[in-house]
């Protein structure tokens, strides 16, 4: 239908503001805006302006979205045959039926009776454009329009009055009411739109699915002779081997061998076997990459461990109370919480580089395990070094006693100052405390243990020193007898002599023979305490070492922990262990001493050199 001959007339202006007058608002636009800002409502008309059409060409039905707060109001809308009034505001909105899908038909009803098929196109062709209009015999009719969004259009007149120009026939009046109608043709057209994006969405994925596709392999030629001397070229050439000896499995697998060409897959085969010696090559050299960045990184990470004990000691040195009582309080927390991450960071990279240690021990061969002295063995026989032994276990012991006492106290200290509000930490911190009490009970039994038994290798000293000395008594009565035995003594009588010969000859054979046993104790006895002191220092490895530490240790005045002692000389010699040094420096009392630091959890022991302490108390 020709727009043109749509053409509504400007209706009195007047009568337009009586109109929205009554209904108590100055008149509006679709959009909600005032169309003259100096409209008075107690004057009950607006001059000068005419009011605007929804319905002229150019302008949409349904308003623009707007803010919530503010209502939408509906105008009158002027037609060429008819006009339409807005439904009441205050009136709920008509209610519809839910939108099927694809939907593009309405139900129109409460048509006037006397209204015609050109009457409803003219109402609502400005919504769209219509496809076909079935029209009932009853005052309603379903009208198919060709998009879906003006079905939106169309529902905005729901609620309307209509009426036929200017007469007040019921025949010529209504109530238009819009709905969502279920055709059948608008949800066929809505599943073959459907089933279009999908094959659209299937493509579009397959086609991404062969472009994200790894290539397939090349395909493997056929046998024959000239495919054969060129495979064996290739199997020589080291850049085409892996290509050559697919093609090679491929056709062995195919089974292309038989009697005439055994031969040429013979010394195919014969070419692939060359390689093993290039491969085992090319991994032995990557093995010995693979040691020396082993290697680098270990010097790496014990380079980075001894730069954390310089920052752990710097930590130390100003928690002292000459360096500690001149920064304030912020700062000593700020100190202290570093310290705290630098000891953490420290202790987990001396862990690692202890894993790493650990491996390569493990890793070594029984020929480097057999260069430990075997003269330890010896100094260990004795009862002297076992009663050392036992004395640096009962240090050792009492020092760990020590360290879980103060661990205990400082637990009960935290415990008592802050009081936790949750049960599960309470429950925590008792099974620390009963698990710290267990273990102090069994350091303490332990303790006593150890006490009585050097307790009773004491009695057995004194035991043995009281032998030695009843035995060595023994030994000087019987030498000073056999002094003071004179030769006159000597019966005259040989014939006495004869007779008595025999019983004084069983005599003398059991004296002499309790003099030898007594002496021959006596001997064994006496060498153990002539046997002067064992050398600390057995050979001159361990003067070497002895020295390197000495200046090592003067360098550091407030000593260092073993490790650190082993970090520093394992640049020198990674033969050098742990327990090696510990046992050459405990040697070594009066050079070396070794002290406890620290309180709780960070207690640590630290050798020191006393050498020079050693020299003036001597």
Not at 114 to 137: D, M, Y
Not at 469 to 488: G, N, V
Request: overall charge negative.
């Amino acid at each position: 239908m020709d727009s043109n001959s749509l053409a509504m007339p400007i209706s009195d202006p007047n009568a337009w503001a009586t109109a929205m007058n009554n209904l108590g608002m100055a008149p509006m636009s679709m959009t909600g805006q005032p169309i003259m800002s100096d409209f008075d409502p107690s004057l009950g008309m607006m001059t000068g302006i005419a009011p605007m059409n929804p319905m002229m060409p150019g302008l949409g039905i349904v308003p623009p979205p707007v803010s919530q707060d503010m209502p939408i109001v509906k105008e009158i809308i002027h037609c060429k045959s008819c006009t339409l009034f807005p439904p009441n505001p205050n009136l709920p909105p008509p209610a519809t039926r839910e939108r099927p899908p694809g939907c593009k038909t309405v139900f129109v009803g409460g048509l006037p009776e006397n209204a015609t098929e050109q009457l409803i196109v003219e109402v609502f062709e400005q919504c769209g454009g219509i496809i076909a209009i079935r029209k009932s015999k009853k005052n309603f009719c379903h009208i198919r329009f060709a998009e879906e969004h003006t079905v939106d259009k169309a529902l905005f007149l729901s609620g309307y009055r209509i009426r036929l120009g200017s007469s007040t026939d019921k025949k010529d009046t209504g109530r238009l009411h819009v709905d969502f109608a279920q055709a059948r043709d608008d949800l066929y057209e809505w599943e073959c739109r459907q089933r279009m994006l999908a094959r659209e969405e299937r493509h579009r994925r397959r086609i991404e699915e062969d472009r994200l596709r790894p290539p397939s392999p090349p395909p493997i030629v056929h046998y024959s002779e000239h495919e054969c001397s060129q495979l064996g070229e290739k199997l020589k050439d080291d850049s085409k081997f892996p290509e050559a000896v697919r093609v090679l499995l491929t056709w062995v697998e195919r089974g292309e061998v038989n009697r005439r060409n055994a031969n040429n897959f013979y010394s195919m085969i014969q070419s692939s076997n060359s390689h093993i010696r290039r491969l085992m090559n090319e991994k032995a050299a990557h093995e010995k990459e693979m040691e020396e960045a082993k290697d680098k990184f270990k010097n790496a990470l014990s380079g980075i461990l001894v730069q954390f004990e310089q920052i752990v000691s710097v930590f130390h040195a100003s928690s002292k109370q000459k360096a500690w009582d001149h920064f304030s309080k912020a700062q000593r927390k700020n100190l202290d919480m570093w310290r705290k991450q630098a000891e953490e960071i420290r202790n987990i990279h001396n862990e690692e580089l202890m894993g790493i240690r650990r491996e390569e021990e493990m890793e070594m061969s029984d020929d480097d395990m057999e260069d430990v002295p075997e003269s330890k063995d010896l100094d260990d026989s004795g009862p002297l070094a076992q009663v050392e032994a036992l004395k640096e276990e009962n240090d050792s012991l009492r020092c760990q006693l020590d360290a879980y006492r103060n661990e205990v106290e400082l637990l009960k200290q935290e415990q008592g100052k802050a009081q936790p509000q949750r049960s599960e930490e309470d429950a925590t911190r008792q099974q620390q405390l009963s698990f710290l009490q267990q273990a102090l009970q069994g350091m303490q039994k332990q303790l006593l243990k150890l006490r009585e038994d050097l307790k009773q290798r004491e009695m057995e000293l004194e035991k043995n020193s009281e032998e030695k000395q009843q035995l060595e008594s023994q030994i000087q009565t019987l030498k000073d007898r056999i002094q003071a035995f004179p030769t006159s003594h000597a019966l005259p009588l040989e014939t006495a002599e004869r007779e008595d010969r025999g019983g004084d000859e069983s005599a003398n054979h059991a004296s002499e023979a309790a003099t030898t046993a007594v002496v021959s104790c006596s001997q064994e006895k006496e060498n153990l305490p002539e046997k002067g002191p064992p050398s600390p220092v057995k050979s001159e490895r361990e003067a070497l070492l002895v020295g390197i530490i000495s200046t090592f240790l003067h360098v550091h005045p407030f000593g260092a922990s073993i490790e650190y002692i082993c970090s520093y000389l394992q640049r020198l010699d990674t033969k050098i262990s742990t327990t090696e040094v510990e046992s050459l420096l405990g040697r070594l009392p009066c050079t070396f001493k070794q002290e406890l630091t620290g309180v709780g959890a960070s207690l640590e022991k630290r050798w020191k050199f006393c050498g020079f302490e050693g020299i003036k108390t001597a």
